[in-house]
């Protein structure tokens, strides 16, 4: 029996990825995720950059875990 690829990714311990939900910008859910041996991820969508950068540096710091940074990569549609 085949393992599908992501189950295999060095570091993860569990199959769970966590979903990014945008507008929670706290690292703390993506650290906590990534330590219980999932794939944490840090909803940066809604972050200025200066926001970005420093929730990657708490993420950084409080986990050397694997986790994801999300962001949108749409063009908004124009109103009518």
Wanted: charged share 15%.
């Amino acid at each position: 029996q085949r393992t599908p690829a992501l189950l295999q990714r060095p570091g993860d311990a569990l199959p769970v990825s966590q979903a990014p939900m945008a507008g929670g910008r706290a690292h703390r859910l993506a650290v906590a995720v990534s330590e219980a041996g999932g794939l944490g991820a840090l909803p940066a969508a809604m972050l200025t950059l200066e926001q970005l950068g420093n929730e990657l540096k708490a993420l950084r710091a409080a986990t050397a875990r694997p986790f994801n940074v999300n962001f949108f990569c749409h063009v908004p549609p124009q109103p009518d």
